[in-house]
């Protein structure tokens, strides 16, 4: 028996789903430990070996999500840097793209760059826009510039030169003469991450991977070094901010292609999971113990893009389009000076961790206010590494409601009201920029507080069917198992869509297929039939930005300019429901992805025999300013068609989910918990 590993790290807790040959699901949680990078997995990997002898030598297949590199990025203490750009182009940090990030503040403030302007240093060269070389690269000056950068006491240099996305020749050349002058220093190279035109967008992505790199190196070399000390043979695979997986070495150097790793694989999985239960339109609601992160699936497919909000920055590189909508589980509640209750966005995380925890932590949480509501401590959470201890939430909350003069029990529904709230105006916010409404979504909560708060922010949205996976609490792990081998591969073209220009198209088209076929079999190693998809980023010429167009090989390989025209009108007329068929177009990158399958577990479907589940017992609820008997149901005893009724609470090891009154369940035939809200029908 050989088993399949899938590890996502949360900022509470560090999440396993193994599958087995027989394709049987195991899961566990441990503790997160931040001051201690991976140890979390090596913990995890011990406890499954004593919770269910699951062997670390017997692991085929070793998948995991990580936050390391994110966490570098939002506290800023990644490496200390030097950024070579051309010569009067210095200052492209601090001009980034000239916007405040709230224009309607007059108290807000450019973000501070992650690179001091005394360690940016002019390179005498210039490279044109058409990758002509007008200055030649100074190699004395480079190399003088390297001493100075060793001066600044810098670990690692980013190359980002005007043009290099046309022609690469300087920036490579600069790298040789640093491996050659001080080989102890990280370099990267903006053409080698993000080889596409927009100067500012192309130099900070090469900016943060150089950022992150030395934190991301050391930590995968010390993980793949930990799993074979465990006796895991496999080499372990990084999920990517595009839902897809590679290996963990090739990680080591594409770093910002991991930033959002975890929160991809997250979406990933309830895409997995909606497929199989026939769902088409859902909304993935993931909540951990410090965010609250939210995704659309439509017709089945997650939605992409570029421009992902990460802390203070954007993230250039494709990734599954996932916005963080407000707190988690470990939000610290407070009242403010004007006596406003407010939650977030401080988190307790796994250290010291919500008062109920008993781990140290004192401040009121959203985690402590479920508590005290009667909603969690019912039953074993978190697979017993959490005792719940009622009387410390209590006090916690306690001294929310004497600054409030209410009642310890409203003081907490109203923690879970502001809670909600905020999410509701981020998830309002998602909703409208993708053109759609709530109501015609399904609502998936997945994490461990997901499922906790769905029912409360299915109503305020007025969604009317909530869909809980049979396995929640771990879905972004196993959102790691079911991801494909994935990378992307992208040109600037910046040519007209005509007929003279299409044979230049179909040549870059297929240099980028042979790229991604090398990458595959070469540098992933992967041995599976690959997937080839096209896309092109076209405008109407005149146009500031573009538009990501899928497009077919067959219209490529025929110089198709027509149907190309016509998917980029049909897709300007999805967007913003104008098209303009007459007008010039103008391709800006050519796109390539390649992605090769991974083994997919196939749970059966089990027959339903509705039927009402009895409650193992009635516990006393706190919901709308009064008390309610909720059935307390064990999700494990809860066969497919099983039905409940609102209030109630169905009690797992991985999450607890919460069904307010009004919402009916049933069980369907993979085990997933599908609540209707009758109050909305």
Not at 33 to 59: F, M
Not at 172 to 181: D, N, P, V, Y
Not at 219 to 235: F, I
Not at 307 to 330: A, K, N, Q, T
């Amino acid at each position: 028996m050989t088993y399949r590993v899938g590890v996502d790290i949360g900022g509470t807790f560090t999440d396993f789903a193994v599958l087995d040959d027989a394709n049987k699901l195991y899961t566990l949680k441990v503790f997160s430990t931040p001051t201690r990078p991976g140890q979390e997995v090596i913990d995890g990997l011990r406890a499954l070996k004593q919770r269910y002898g699951i062997e670390p030598s017997k692991v085929s297949y070793f998948t995991h999500g990580t936050t390391v590199g994110v966490n570098t990025l939002i506290q800023r203490n990644g490496a200390k840097l030097c950024l070579f750009a051309t010569q009067g182009f210095e200052d492209v940090l601090e001009l980034a793209r000239l916007r405040m990030p709230d224009v309607f503040s007059l108290f807000s403030l450019r973000t501070r760059p992650l690179i001091d302007r005394e360690c940016v240093i002019g390179m005498r060269e210039r490279i044109l826009s058409d990758g002509s070389i007008e200055t030649p690269l100074d190699e004395a000056h480079v190399r003088a510039a390297v001493a100075q950068a060793k001066a600044h006491g810098v670990s690692g240099i980013a190359v980002a030169l005007i043009n290099s996305y046309r022609n690469p020749a300087h920036e490579q050349r600069i790298k040789e003469l640093i491996g050659e002058a001080a080989p102890e220093l990280y370099v990267t190279c903006s053409s080698d991450i993000w080889a596409v035109i927009r100067e500012y967008e192309r130099t900070m992505t090469g900016v943060i991977n150089a950022y992150v790199q030395p934190r991301m190196t050391n930590y995968l070399t010390s993980l793949q070094k930990a799993l074979r000390d465990e006796g895991v043979s496999s080499e372990p695979q990084i999920t990517k901010s595009n839902g897809g997986v590679m290996r963990a070495e090739l990680g080591k150097r594409a770093c910002v292609d991991v930033l959002l790793s975890g929160t991809a694989s997250g979406v990933t999985g309830a895409s997995f999971v909606a497929k199989l239960s026939g769902f088409g339109n859902i909304a993935s609601l993931d909540i951990g113990g410090t965010s609250a992160d939210v995704a659309l699936i439509i017709d089945g497919k997650p939605q992409f893009g570029s421009g992902e909000d990460v802390g203070e920055f954007v993230l250039h590189v494709p990734s599954i389009s996932v916005s963080s909508i407000g707190g988690g589980g470990g939000s610290i509640a407070r009242v403010d000076d004007q006596g406003v209750l407010k939650s977030g966005p401080e988190s307790a995380g796994s250290e010291p961790g919500p008062a109920c925890y008993g781990r140290g932590g004192e401040r009121p949480t959203t985690t402590d206010a479920f508590v005290v509501c009667g909603f969690l401590g019912q039953a074993e959470i978190a697979y017993g590494a959490v005792n719940i201890d009622r009387a410390k939430a209590e006090t916690a909350i306690g001294t929310l409601a004497k600054k409030m003069n209410v009642d310890v029990r409203d003081a907490a529904e109203s923690v879970i009201k502001v809670a909600v709230s905020g999410m509701y105006a981020g998830m309002s916010k998602v909703f409208a920029r993708h053109g759609t409404e709530a109501k015609s979504f399904t609502l998936m909560p997945f994490g461990g507080g997901g499922p906790m708060i769905a029912c409360f922010l299915a109503r305020e949205l007025g969604i009317e069917t909530v869909l809980v996976p049979a396995t929640p609490g771990v879905l972004s792990a196993l959102g790691g198992l079911v991801s494909d081998t994935k990378n992307d591969f992208i040109q600037t073209v910046y040519e007209m869509l005509e007929p003279a220009t299409l044979a230049s198209l179909e040549s870059t088209y297929a240099t980028l297929a042979e790229r991604a076929m090398d990458w595959l079999r070469k540098e992933q190693g992967h041995p599976g039939t690959p997937q080839l998809t096209y896309s092109a980023d076209i405008r109407y010429a005149g146009q500031s930005f573009e538009i990501e167009t899928p497009i077919t090989d067959e219209w490529i390989k025929k110089r198709d300019a027509a149907s190309i025209a016509d998917a980029f009108h049909d897709e300007h007329q999805r967007l913003y429901d104008y098209c303009d068929r007459k007008a010039a177009v103008q391709v800006i990158n050519a796109r390539v992805v390649v992605a090769a399958a991974n083994p997919k577990p196939d749970f059966p479907l089990r027959e339903l025999r509705k039927h009402a589940a009895k409650p193992d017992r009635t516990v006393p609820v706190y919901y709308g300013g009064k008390m309610h008997d909720a059935g307390l149901f064990d999700r494990t005893k809860l066969e497919p068609g099983a039905t409940i009724e609102g209030p109630a609470i169905v009690s797992q090891s991985d999450t607890t989910t919460c069904v307010l009154p009004g919402f009916t369940g049933l069980v369907d035939g993979y085990g997933n918990l599908i609540l209707k809200d009758g109050t909305l029908s």
